[in-house]
C-alpha cells in the first residue's frame, strides 16, 4: 500500500455529455487540484460499468459518450500527463472488490442510502430495482479504494458514497486486518456550486428536462439559454424590486462570477454586492444581468470550446490517452487486488505459506 501518497479518484457516468452543474460541482476542482501539483497520483473515471447499472437496455448510449466525456476532460484542462484517465468497465479487479465487499455491507444499510433512495424513485425503480443499480454504492467504494485514493472531489449528491465507502474500509480493515485507505470527500466550497439548478430553476440539471448548459455547447446555445434563463417571476417591470432566492441568473452568477468580471463587462458595478442590491431595491432588468452572466459563462467556456475542437480532430489520439490510461489504471487495481486476496486469506497460489501449512497439517493428521 502506498503509504502517506495523496492521491485523488473520480470519475463520471458516461450518459451524456458533461454539463456546467458537473463543472461547478466537481470537474473544476479536479483540474485545479491537478494543477496544484499536490497529489502524487490523480485518477479520473468514465464510469461505464456504473452508468450500466440503471441503462442496462441502451449499450449503444454510453458507448456513444465514452469519448464525449474523454473530450469534456481533455477540453477542461485535464492533462493526460498528469492525470490517469481510464475507462471502469476496463479494469475487472474493480467487479471482484465489489463482490468481497458485498460481504460487509447488509441489505438495509443500501437501502437507506439517501442518493440512492432518490434515484429509485426518480427512475420508477421501486418495484423493479435492478441488484446491479442497489449495489452501486458497493461498487463506487471499489472505485475509490483500488486506487487507494485519499481525495474524492465530487458533488454533495455523491457524499453518502464517501461515507458508505468509509464504512467499508473500517469494517474490511478491522475484520482482515489495514489494507484499505480511507477517503475523504472533497466538496466545492462555494455554496452555488454545490447545486447548481438547471436554466429553467428547477433543482436538478438533467438531459431529460432540457435544462443544462453543456460543456460543448456552442457559443451561441450558451447566449440562448442564458437569455431564456428562470428568474423571479415577480419582476415584471425594470422599476419593480426583484427576488434573488431561487433566481437562477443569481444562483449562476455566485458560482461564476468573479470582481474581475465586473472590472471588464459591468464597470458601473464594483461587485456582485453591489448588483444584487440594485436588484433587490429595483430599477435593474432581467436582461441586462442575463447579458452579464452570457459574458462570465462565454469567457468560462469559450477556451474549453476551443480546446475541445482540437481534440475533436485528433480523435485517434484521445482513444490511445483513454486505452493507455485504463492499462496503466489496470496495473494499480491489480495490486490492490493482490493486498486485499492476501488480507482476506485467499491468495492460495500466491502464498507460498499455503501448501506449507497444508502439508504440516495433513501430516498432523497422520500422527
Ligand atoms: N457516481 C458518480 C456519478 O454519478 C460516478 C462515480 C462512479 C464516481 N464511481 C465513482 C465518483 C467513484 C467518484 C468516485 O457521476
Do not use: W
Request: hydrophobic letters at 35%; charged letters at 30%; one cysteine or more.
Amino acid at each position: 500500500m502506498a503509504k502517506n501518497q495523496k492521491i485523488i479518484l473520480s470519475g463520471d457516468r458516461p450518459t451524456g455529455r458533461l454539463h456546467v452543474g458537473h463543472y461547478a460541482g466537481s470537474l473544476k476542482r479536479r483540474v485545479e487540484l491537478q494543477n496544484s501539483g499536490e497529489y502524487d497520483k490523480i485518477f479520473i473515471m468514465i464510469a461505464d460499468a456504473q452508468a450500466l447499472t440503471d441503462n442496462a437496455d441502451q449499450p449503444s448510449k454510453i458507448r456513444e459518450n465514452i469519448m464525449e466525456v474523454a473530450l469534456d476532460y481533455l477540453s477542461i484542462g485535464i492533462d493526460p500527463a498528469k492525470s490517469t484517465m481510464f475507462v471502469q468497465s476496463h479494469i475487472s479487479e474493480l467487479t471482484e472488490l465489489s463482490f468481497y465487499y458485498m460481504n460487509l455491507v447488509t441489505v438495509s444499510r443500501l437501502q437507506r442510502n439517501p442518493t440512492v433512495k432518490a434515484e429509485i424513485q426518480m427512475r420508477n425503480f421501486e418495484t423493479s430495482i435492478p441488484v446491479g443499480f442497489f449495489t452501486y454504492p458497493i461498487s463506487q467504494a471499489a472505485d475509490i479504494t483500488a486506487f487507494h485514493a485519499t481525495t474524492v472531489p465530487v458533488g454533495e449528491d455523491q457524499a453518502p458514497m464517501l461515507e458508505q465507502t468509509r464504512e467499508i474500509v473500517h469494517k474490511f480493515n478491522s475484520v482482515y486486518g489495514e489494507t484499505l485507505t480511507e477517503p475523504q470527500i472533497l466538496l466545492p466550497d462555494n455554496q452555488a456550486c454545490l447545486r447548481l439548478p438547471g436554466t429553467d430553476g428547477k433543482a436538478k440539471m438533467s438531459k431529460s428536462l432540457g435544462n443544462c448548459i453543456y460543456l460543448s455547447d456552442s457559443e451561441e446555445d450558451v447566449r440562448q439559454k442564458v437569455m431564456s434563463m428562470f428568474t423571479d417571476p415577480d419582476h415584471i417591470r425594470v422599476q419593480d424590486p426583484g427576488k434573488l432566492e431561487g433566481n437562477t441568473v443569481f444562483t449562476y452568477l455566485d458560482a461564476f462570477s468573479r470582481k474581475e468580471h465586473f472590472a471588464e463587462y459591468l464597470p458601473e458595478y464594483a461587485d456582485l454586492d453591489e448588483l444584487k442590491a440594485h436588484y433587490q431595491r429595483g430599477g435593474l432588468g432581467d436582461v441586462k444581468v442575463k447579458k452579464f452572466l452570457n459574458s462570465v459563462m462565454q469567457e468560462e467556456l469559450s477556451p474549453i470550446r476551443s480546446r475541445r475542437a482540437e481534440y475533436e480532430k485528433n480523435i485517434e489520439q484521445v482513444y490511445e490517452i483513454l486505452r493507455d490510461g485504463s492499462s496503466t489504471a489496470k496495473e494499480t487495481a491489480a495490486k490492490t487486488l493482490e493486498e486485499v486476496r492476501h488480507a482476506m486469506k485467499i491468495d492460495y497460489f500466491q502464498d507460498p505459506a499455503f501448501l506449507e501449512e497444508q502439508k504440516r497439517f495433513q501430516d498432523s493428521k497422520e500422527e
